[in-house]
């Protein structure tokens, strides 16, 4: 199986990062077919880790497997068109362009 | 516009700009969002951004600065060309502050919310606590529904006061873990506790579940319920004080009063109790609307008095005290007041009082003063009584001797029984007095109503208008009567005496006496008789009459007529029937006479009338006087009587010996060279009474007669002489034969009990 890791960087437990959460689950839950590692890190509790994947603001999203590695802020709503720009298809599905 | 141009609007524009490439990565960011992410332009370009992934909506992400500060920030993406190539520009705005100010606000709002809650509370049951006449029961059950609703979480909120032994709960009150407290304090004692509790736990801050100002309301609050109990109680306090002093108010005969006067003299009630209205006769009320109204009551001479006494208790601040009269219903009253004096912060006075009536103390006082004025008329009268029958001894005694010395000449008896009856008048007068002064001294005797009036109406008779007649009806058969003579003859006098005043002459009295039964049941026609057999008797005239009014009062001792009773007044007639357990009734019209009837119980069986020793006005006459020989020792002050007692004794055959002190007395007994068989012993000597020469003499002499000479009756000191030891009595003025009699009894040792001459 492909696999694919996900970080999910958020800042705090304020109700946008707790939507932002849920949408990273459902997004996960679209790539059935992969073996998907989805990573929540709170950049209030590990202030330090953001300097490692250059984060400048929550929430961002960053696929690093596979390559290329691809990234998103700010919201994750619409599961679908987040996976197309992550260059993420789920099998049996096309990518396109957004 | 050049190019500059629009470099320099990107440059200065507020918001961030950022230019990412199709891989994400940053190609351009402008000097605000070199600022918003803490970096240079270095640090920027070439990095990894991310896609913005929304077109054309805004969408909120927190900056990350290169410090680790957080900027929340709304970013809109829109599609771009850079350097020819698709690339997409990001407009960032910071909204930190912004939300922070909205934060602060909604906070603020919070807080001001709790505030307005609480203030609420407080201002709801502060409104509540002020109502009047409400139980403290009622106010603490009422509270309880405000308290809640001033605390951050009135769901789970519960409450509880507990004072003065009782306790107040919420429903839904529990013991919890999460609870505040604050004491309630009456008179600066704890004497009770506020809780308020949370039923479940709450977030702690550093204070604890509650907050300050949580903290603050419960302190008003208990507060508030202290000063709320206080104020209740001490309502009850007064209101129970009231009605105790209006109990004793109402109940007291005395009015109490508070009076006021302003510094510019204006007066007025402001509380009078309601009992005047029965004492003076104006209501409270009227009193209080216009306090003149019972000062125009004080009697007019009286008025300037009253006035001045309460102007100088205003002055010394001392109560003052003033009996006046009063005008009530056409009559005088007379009224005591007593106020004492406050001053007012105005410059006015406050009298507290109290007014009484005190008009039958004041008769009382008066009668007290008759009284005593009686009394000491009865000892001036006893003093002239005595002074006179000394007189008359001599007056009587020297007649005698003339009568037995001219006993041949027509004459001279002619004029010598004028004198005697005169004389004897005289006596009966003064033996009046005696009786007067000796205040009714009472030795009733059974005798003859009938025979009574026969014997007493001559003497009356010389008193009356000549044009008055005097008919008499009396029974012979009527029964005994136990009367005391002397007070029916006094009786007797003073009705008549009333009655011929009462005429115009000419006119007509009739005295009339008969015997009469009170049926068992009839007793309502005589009220204040007890069935039986009565002697009546009856005087009635012809003369002006009296109306009603004047013959209820005609027994009141105070009840001024024009009637003056020669030396009594009817007061004194009713008093000696009614002492005698009998009863007098008057009857009268105006115009139509008067009788008056008086009732007197009979005797059941008839008794012998007891023949009266020393009878002064039946004058026997003496023919033969009994003689004999014994030295008499003549005791006696006034020189005339002893000339006279010399003359006497020495006629009937005794030897004389004669001492005019009590010490001469005593002297003489002691050292005289003979025999003395009896002493005649005056009662009244310049020295000592005849009561301190007895035992002296007797002691000197103890075989000594004595026998006991006076002016005065027979009771007091008379009579003490002769439970001492004394054989006679003789009153003065004395018949010859009376006192011939006497010495003769007494020598010959034949005294029996000495009865009284009266």
């Known amino acids: 199986m492909e696999k694919v890791v996900l970080k999910l960087y958020v800042s705090g437990k304020s109700p946008r990062y707790k939507r932002a959460i849920e949408e990273a689950h459902r997004i996960r839950e679209k790539l059935s077919g992969y073996d998907v590692r989805l990573e929540v890190i709170d950049i209030r509790e590990h202030p330090e880790v953001a300097g490692d994947d250059n984060i400048l603001a929550t929430p961002t999203l960053i696929k690093k497997l596979p390559p290329p590695i691809r990234r998103i802020i700010g919201d994750l709503f619409d599961s679908d068109k987040v996976l197309m720009v992550l260059d993420l298809a789920p099998l049996g599905s096309k990518a396109t362009e957004i | ?758």
């Open chain 2, 1 to 758: 516009m050049t190019v500059t141009d629009f470099r320099n609007v990107i440059s200065n524009v507020a918001d961030s700009i950022v230019i990412v490439d199709q891989e994400g990565i940053m190609r351009f960011a402008n000097p605000s969002a070199q600022a918003l992410f803490g970096r240079s332009l270095e640090e920027l370009l070439g990095k990894p951004f991310g896609f913005p992934r929304i077109k054309n909506q805004a969408t909120e992400i927190e900056v990350i600065s290169k410090s680790g500060e957080l900027h929340t920030a709304e970013m809109r993406m829109t599609e771009t060309v850079w350097e020819g190539k698709r690339a997409y520009l990001a407009s960032i705005r910071d909204f930190t502050e912004l939300k922070r100010l909205e934060h602060e606000l909604r906070e603020k709002g919070h807080v001001l919310a709790e505030r307005v809650k609480e203030l609420t509370c407080l201002y709801s049951i502060s409104k509540l606590i002020e109502r009047p006449r409400v139980s403290f029961e009622e106010i603490a059950r009422d509270i309880m529904a405000l308290i809640l609703p001033g605390w951050q979480y009135p769901d789970i909120t519960c409450a509880r006061i507990i004072l003065n032994g009782q306790a107040f709960t919420t429903e839904n009150f529990k013991e919890t873990n999460w609870k505040q407290t604050s004491d309630i304090f009456v008179h600066g004692k704890q004497a009770g506790v506020l809780e308020v509790n949370y039923l479940e736990e709450r977030p702690e801050s550093d204070e604890g579940p509650f907050s300050k100002e949580e903290r603050n309301l419960i302190d008003a609050i208990a507060e508030r319920l202290g000063r709320t109990f206080e104020r209740i109680k001490a309502e009850e306090a007064l209101r129970e004080s009231e009605t105790k002093y209006r109990r004793v108010s109402d109940n007291s005969p005395a009015v109490l009063y508070q009076f006021m006067m302003t510094p510019d003299g204006a007066s007025s009630f402001s509380h009078v109790s309601d009992v005047v209205e029965a004492t003076i006769g104006i209501s409270a009320e009227e009193i209080m609307k216009d306090s003149s109204k019972i000062l125009g009551m004080v009697h007019p001479e009286d008025q300037e008095m009253f006035r001045e006494g309460i102007m100088k208790s205003a002055e010394s601040l001392e109560s003052f005290l003033l009996t006046f009269r009063c005008m009530k219903d056409g009559g005088v009253i007379w009224m005591e007041a007593r106020g004492t004096p406050a001053p007012l912060a105005d410059g006015g006075m406050l009298w507290d009082g109290f007014l009484l009536d005190i008009t039958d103390r004041k008769r009382m006082e008066e009668e007290l003063l008759k009284i005593k004025k009686f009394e000491s008329l009865g000892v001036l009268a006893g003093g002239i009584a005595h002074e006179f029958n000394n007189a008359l001894t001599a007056i009587t005694g020297h007649t005698e001797l003339l009568e037995m010395d001219y006993s041949q000449d027509e004459k001279i008896l002619n004029h010598t029984k004028t004198m005697m009856q005169s004389a004897h008048r005289m006596a009966h007068l003064t033996s009046q007095l005696l009786a007067y002064a000796g205040g009714g001294k009472y030795n009733p005797r059974p005798m003859s109503l009938s025979e009574l009036v026969a014997d007493t109406l001559p003497l009356l008779l010389h008193t009356l208008d000549p044009d008055i007649c005097v008919e008499t009806d009396l029974q012979p058969d009527v029964m005994n009567v136990k009367v005391d003579r002397t007070q029916m003859q006094m009786v007797l006098s003073a009705l008549m005496t009333n009655a011929s005043e009462a005429i115009d002459p000419p006119g007509r009295i009739k005295i009339s006496t008969r015997n009469m039964a009170v049926e068992q049941g009839s007793t309502n026609d005589h009220p204040g008789l007890r069935p039986g057999p009565y002697v009546i008797l009856s005087i009635e005239d012809d003369g002006k009459g009296m109306d009603k009014e004047t013959t209820d009062r005609i027994f009141d001792p105070f009840f001024t007529t024009h009637f003056i009773g020669r030396g009594l007044g009817m007061a004194s007639v009713y008093g000696i029937v009614t002492n005698h357990n009998g009863n007098i009734s008057v009857d009268s019209e105006p115009g139509k006479g008067t009788t008056v009837t008086i009732y007197l119980p009979a005797l059941e069986a008839r008794e012998e009338v007891e023949a009266e020793v020393g009878e002064r006005i039946v004058s026997a006459p003496a023919i033969d006087l009994p003689t004999g020989e014994a030295t008499v020792l003549v005791i006696e002050d006034e020189e005339p009587l002893v000339k006279l007692f010399r003359k006497i004794l020495e006629m009937l055959g005794y030897r004389v010996l004669e001492a005019m002190t009590g010490e001469e007395a005593v002297e003489l007994a002691k050292t005289f060279n003979g025999q003395i068989d009896l002493a005649l012993l005056d009662i009244k000597l310049p020295d000592m009474g005849g009561k301190q020469v007895y035992p002296l003499i007797m002691e000197a002499r103890p075989h000594l007669k004595v026998i006991v000479c006076s002016g005065y009756a027979l009771d007091g000191p008379a009579q003490e002489i002769l439970d001492a030891g004394a054989e006679g009595f003789v009153q003065k003025p004395f018949l010859i034969s009376t006192l011939a009699e006497k010495l003769k009894e007494v020598l010959e040792g034949r005294t029996t009990i000495v009865a009284p001459v009266k």
